[in-house]
Nanobody, 121 residues
Framework: QVQLLESGGGLVQPGGSLRLSCEASGRISSIAGWGWYFQAPGNAREMVAVITSTDLTRYGYSVKGRFTISRDRAKNAVYLQMNSLRPEDTGVYYC???????????????WGQGTQVTVSS
Protein backbone atom coordinates (compact mmCIF):
# COMPACT_ATOMS: atom_id res chain seq x y z
CA GLN A 1 0.00 0.00 0.00
CA VAL A 2 1.14 3.55 -0.70
CA GLN A 3 0.80 6.44 1.73
CA LEU A 4 1.49 10.15 1.40
CA LEU A 5 2.52 11.96 4.56
CA GLU A 6 2.41 15.74 4.61
CA SER A 7 4.05 18.13 7.05
CA GLY A 8 4.95 21.79 7.41
CA GLY A 9 1.61 23.52 7.83
CA GLY A 10 0.89 25.97 10.59
CA LEU A 11 0.12 29.55 11.51
CA VAL A 12 2.05 32.36 9.83
CA GLN A 13 1.66 36.12 9.58
CA PRO A 14 0.83 37.79 6.27
CA GLY A 15 3.97 38.17 4.21
CA GLY A 16 5.59 35.19 5.88
CA SER A 17 6.77 31.88 4.47
CA LEU A 18 6.12 28.19 4.98
CA ARG A 19 7.52 25.06 3.37
CA LEU A 20 5.25 22.07 2.97
CA SER A 21 6.65 18.59 2.53
CA CYS A 22 5.07 15.37 1.34
CA GLU A 23 6.77 12.00 1.33
CA ALA A 24 5.50 8.83 -0.30
CA SER A 25 6.07 5.44 1.30
CA GLY A 26 5.16 1.87 0.50
CA ARG A 27 5.52 -0.13 -2.65
CA ILE A 28 6.67 2.38 -5.28
CA SER A 29 8.16 1.67 -8.66
CA SER A 30 8.08 5.24 -9.93
CA ILE A 31 6.27 8.52 -9.37
CA ALA A 32 4.98 10.06 -12.58
CA GLY A 33 4.02 13.40 -11.16
CA TRP A 34 3.16 15.38 -8.05
CA GLY A 35 0.75 18.11 -7.22
CA TRP A 36 -0.34 20.40 -4.41
CA TYR A 37 -4.00 21.33 -4.10
CA PHE A 38 -5.73 23.85 -1.88
CA GLN A 39 -9.17 23.92 -0.32
CA ALA A 40 -10.50 26.95 1.50
CA PRO A 41 -13.49 26.54 3.83
CA GLY A 42 -16.67 26.13 1.80
CA ASN A 43 -14.83 26.02 -1.52
CA ALA A 44 -13.87 23.31 -3.96
CA ARG A 45 -10.36 21.91 -4.06
CA GLU A 46 -8.16 23.69 -6.59
CA MET A 47 -4.74 23.17 -8.10
CA VAL A 48 -1.88 25.13 -6.60
CA ALA A 49 1.11 23.61 -8.36
CA VAL A 50 2.06 20.47 -10.25
CA ILE A 51 5.36 18.98 -11.36
CA THR A 52 5.67 16.31 -14.03
CA SER A 53 8.02 13.37 -14.48
CA THR A 54 10.23 15.63 -16.61
CA ASP A 55 10.19 18.38 -13.97
CA LEU A 56 7.89 20.68 -15.88
CA THR A 57 5.93 22.85 -13.46
CA ARG A 58 2.61 24.65 -13.62
CA TYR A 59 1.06 26.99 -11.07
CA GLY A 60 -2.33 28.34 -10.21
CA TYR A 61 -2.79 31.96 -11.19
CA SER A 62 -3.00 33.29 -7.63
CA VAL A 63 0.30 31.74 -6.51
CA LYS A 64 2.53 32.43 -9.52
CA GLY A 65 5.73 34.11 -8.43
CA ARG A 66 5.09 33.34 -4.76
CA PHE A 67 5.06 29.54 -4.52
CA THR A 68 7.60 27.03 -5.84
CA ILE A 69 7.12 23.29 -6.21
CA SER A 70 10.10 20.94 -6.25
CA ARG A 71 10.72 17.21 -5.93
CA ASP A 72 13.40 14.92 -4.50
CA ARG A 73 13.41 11.67 -6.46
CA ALA A 74 15.72 9.91 -4.02
CA LYS A 75 13.37 10.60 -1.12
CA ASN A 76 10.11 10.14 -3.05
CA ALA A 77 9.15 13.58 -1.83
CA VAL A 78 7.70 16.83 -3.05
CA TYR A 79 7.89 20.27 -1.50
CA LEU A 80 5.97 23.52 -1.75
CA GLN A 81 7.85 26.68 -0.79
CA MET A 82 5.24 29.31 0.01
CA ASN A 83 6.42 32.93 0.19
CA SER A 84 4.60 36.24 0.57
CA LEU A 85 1.65 34.46 2.13
CA ARG A 86 -1.73 36.19 2.17
CA PRO A 87 -4.81 35.64 4.36
CA GLU A 88 -6.61 34.21 1.31
CA ASP A 89 -4.02 31.41 1.20
CA THR A 90 -5.61 30.04 4.38
CA GLY A 91 -6.96 26.54 4.02
CA VAL A 92 -6.00 22.89 3.79
CA TYR A 93 -3.23 21.89 1.41
CA TYR A 94 -3.29 18.39 -0.04
CA CYS A 95 -0.46 16.48 -1.65
CA UNK A 96 -1.26 14.42 -4.75
CA UNK A 97 0.88 11.88 -6.58
CA UNK A 98 0.57 9.59 -9.58
CA UNK A 99 2.42 6.45 -8.54
CA UNK A 100 3.25 3.22 -10.29
CA UNK A 101 3.60 0.36 -7.87
CA UNK A 102 4.97 -1.87 -10.63
CA UNK A 103 6.94 -1.00 -13.73
CA UNK A 104 5.04 -0.72 -17.03
CA UNK A 105 1.64 -0.42 -15.32
CA UNK A 106 -0.66 2.58 -15.23
CA UNK A 107 -0.09 5.05 -12.43
CA UNK A 108 -2.69 5.33 -9.67
CA UNK A 109 -3.60 8.57 -7.97
CA UNK A 110 -2.97 9.06 -4.26
CA TRP A 111 -3.82 11.86 -1.85
CA GLY A 112 -2.36 12.94 1.45
CA GLN A 113 -4.46 13.69 4.50
CA GLY A 114 -4.03 17.45 4.17
CA THR A 115 -2.18 20.00 6.23
CA GLN A 116 -3.71 23.22 7.56
CA VAL A 117 -2.15 26.56 6.67
CA THR A 118 -3.45 29.66 8.43
CA VAL A 119 -2.27 33.12 7.43
CA SER A 120 -3.30 35.65 10.02
CA SER A 121 -1.92 38.47 12.10
Amino acid sequence: QVQLLESGGGLVQPGGSLRLSCEASGRISSIAGWGWYFQAPGNAREMVAVITSTDLTRYGYSVKGRFTISRDRAKNAVYLQMNSLRPEDTGVYYCNAQIRQRAFTPADEYWGQGTQVTVSS
